[in-house]
């Protein structure tokens, strides 16, 4: 299974802050909506995926 990494960077200093999990193929890129509260990840399978943050922390996918 793939994943994506959330890091934080502050003060030169790495953090994870959350892996998203459930892409089945490598991706090949992704983006954040300007709230910062969507991303977009695209794979070599050719599905766009939107991930949605909960409330807790915790997302869910749409496929296009």
């Given at each position: 299974m793939r994943a994506i990494?959330?890091?934080?960077c502050q003060n030169k200093r790495f953090?994870?802050?959350?892996?998203?999990?459930?892409?089945?193929?490598?991706?090949q890129s992704i983006s954040?909506?300007?709230d910062g509260k969507t991303i977009a990840s695209a794979g070599y399978d050719n599905?766009?995926?939107?991930?949605f943050e909960y409330s807790?922390?915790?997302?869910?996918?749409?496929e296009f």
């Open positions: 990494a959330l890091w934080s953090e994870l802050l959350n892996i998203i999990e459930g892409d089945n193929t490598l991706i954040f909506s300007p599905i766009v995926k939107l991930k807790s922390g915790k997302y869910f996918e749409c």
